[in-house]
């Protein structure tokens, strides 16, 4: 019963993950029109390298954080692997 209800919120806390995620395209869509519209008018915009350093970051993080939680399963599934080749 209770792997049932950690499944559930699991699920319940990807859905709302996944709402928020889909807001922060629209704003990094926002931001670069306006460094655009910026550089059309005779502006210097230098806000892409800084966007797609941010973008990076983001995409990491979550990896990190499942390597941290389930590294012990990790090394274990790798430990498997090399005693069944060799």
Do not use: H, W
């Amino acid at each position: 019963m209770q792997r049932i209800v950690l499944i559930g919120f699991i699920f319940l806390a990807l859905i709302f993950i996944s709402f928020d995620g889909m807001a922060q395209c629209a704003m990094c869509k926002a931001v670069v029109e306006s460094a655009e519209d910026a550089g059309r008018l005779g502006g210097t915009t230098n806000i892409g390298e800084g966007l797609n350093k941010g973008i990076i970051f983001l995409m990491i993080v979550p990896y990190v954080l499942l390597f941290l939680l389930f590294r012990k399963k990790i090394g274990a599934f790798f430990k498997e692997m090399n005693e069944a080749q060799g």
